[in-house]
């Protein structure tokens, strides 16, 4: 599989991932790309790695995805359900 840093991606957050996100975006990027109702976060994939980076690591406790899961997104790929 091919993945390239410009397609869009699909993740669910966890509660540590939503505070992050709150943490270090302004408030009209999350308005745009998070659903608060689903916590589904939608982006793309150079976007969501400069975003939770720092939170990908085997130190961290705390994963910023539920199940560790990105969902890349397209005609011929999967969603997250």
């Known amino acids: 599989m ?8 699909r993740v669910q957050l966890s509660e540590a991932g939503v505070k992050h996100l709150r ?3 302004l408030p009209e990027f999350i308005e745009r790309t998070f659903n608060p109702e689903t916590q589904f976060l939608e982006i793309v ?5 400069h975003i939770f980076g720092p939170m990908l690591c085997h ?14 997104m397209g ?6 359900g």
């Open 23 to 25: 943490d270090e975006c």
């Open 59 to 72: 130190s961290k406790q705390e994963t910023p995805f539920v199940r560790n899961e990105i969902c890349f």
């Open 2 to 9: 091919k993945i390239n840093i410009n397609d869009k991606c």
């Open 45 to 49: 994939f150079w976007e969501l790695m």
């Open 75 to 80: 005609p011929d790929r999967p969603t997250l």
